[in-house]
């Protein structure tokens, strides 16, 4: 994430998670903290994008019909 400073310091926090999965992953050595740091950077990617998406549909519509109604710059000069 461009936001995203890997070498921040770690704060502890206080989570609730289901007892079966938290045992499942003690049992294979799942890094809890590493595990949690890269779902959330996942989710706030998510986040992002679809925020992104929201804000710019109109601009995006737009420039689909153009192309639809155009072609693009790339139909003109390419051989196949």
């Known amino acids: 994430m461009d936001d995203f400073d890997p070498a921040a310091p ?39 994008r679809d925020r992104w998406l929201a804000e710019n549909k109109e601009a995006i519509g737009a420039y689909n019909d153009h192309v639809d109604k155009h072609g693009t710059f790339g139909d003109l000069v390419r051989g196949f």
């Not at 770690?10 to 590493?34: G, T």
């Open 10 to 48: 770690k704060k502890a926090a206080n989570l609730s998670v289901n007892a079966e999965l938290l045992a499942r992953a003690r049992e294979h050595d799942i890094n809890l903290s590493l595990t949690l740091e890269r779902a959330l950077v996942e989710a706030l990617r998510k986040k992002k």
